[in-house]
């Protein structure tokens, strides 16, 4: 019976760890990173992250869903606590944060557009809730109203596209550019 386990024992440990490669290169390298060279790093071989990943895309699923779940989670959150400006802005900022420490991110979330449909794959509509949470921040008069989801989608690409530190000033500009005038 120990021999039956071992194999899906390692199988798992194999898994694991070419998620936590893939992860790590796609966070600090993009996306382009060839499924070879993950399989490399994670000292595994091509076929055993193909048995796992059947399509490169399956493997990015795998890794951003997560990451999307959690960041709906978040947007729920502060739509259920915040004022609508507040969760409006707490959101764009924890996004553009995510996205200038996750190169692969920051590749969905801009000219990619993946973002939505791997969203959609995983049950985590990131991007409805900003655009909901954008529309409410609209209506009650705290976001200008001539700002339209594409735009803050282009602001957010380009925030994230700043790999310097500090990130702040970029998005206290952008931010404060958005807030309606009185």
Same mark, same amino acid.
């Not at 699923?61 to 960041?71: E, G, N, Q």
């Given at each position: 019976?120990?021999?039956?386990? $071992?194999?899906?024992?390692?199988?798992?440990?194999? +898994?694991? +760890?070419?998620?936590?490669?893939?992860?790590?290169?796609? $966070? =600090? @390298?993009?996306?382009?990173?060839?499924?070879?060279?993950?399989?490399?790093?994670?000292?595994?071989? &091509?076929? =055993?992250?193909?048995?796992?990943?059947? =399509?490169?895309?399956?493997?990015?699923?795998?890794?951003?869903?997560?990451?999307?779940?959690? %960041? &709906?989670?978040?947007?729920?959150?502060?739509?259920?606590? @915040?004022?609508?400006?507040?969760?409006?802005?707490? !959101?764009? &900022?924890?996004?553009? +944060?995510?996205?200038?420490?996750?190169?692969? %991110?920051?590749? %969905?979330?801009?000219?990619?557009?993946?973002?939505?449909?791997?969203? @959609?794959?995983?049950?985590? *509509?990131?991007?409805?809730?900003?655009? @909901?949470? !954008?529309?409410?921040?609209?209506?009650?008069?705290?976001?200008?109203? *001539?700002?339209?989801?594409?735009?803050?989608?282009? !602001?957010?690409?380009?925030?994230?596209?700043?790999?310097? *530190?500090?990130?702040?000033?970029?998005?206290?500009?952008? =931010?404060?550019? %958005?807030?309606? +005038?009185?």
């Amino acid at each position: 019976m120990s021999d039956e386990r $071992a194999p899906r024992a390692d199988a798992r440990r194999n +898994r694991a +760890r070419v998620l936590e490669v893939a992860a790590e290169v796609f $966070a =600090t @390298e993009g996306l382009s990173v060839p499924v070879h060279e993950i399989a490399r790093r994670a000292g595994v071989g &091509t076929g =055993t992250v193909s048995r796992h990943f059947p =399509t490169k895309e399956d493997l990015l699923i795998a890794i951003m869903s997560t990451r999307l779940v959690k %960041l &709906t989670a978040e947007a729920d959150e502060l739509a259920r606590h @915040e004022d609508p400006a507040t969760a409006f802005f707490a !959101l764009f &900022t924890s996004l553009v +944060r995510a996205g200038a420490a996750d190169c692969g %991110l920051a590749e %969905l979330a801009g000219t990619d557009r993946r973002l939505d449909a791997i969203g @959609e794959r995983a049950g985590a *509509d990131l991007c409805g809730r900003l655009h @909901e949470l !954008l529309a409410a921040a609209q209506k009650s008069g705290d976001v200008r109203a *001539d700002v339209g989801y594409a735009d803050i989608r282009a !602001l957010m690409s380009a925030c994230m596209a700043r790999k310097e *530190d500090p990130l702040e000033p970029i998005l206290a500009v952008v =931010t404060d550019g %958005l807030r309606k +005038r009185s």
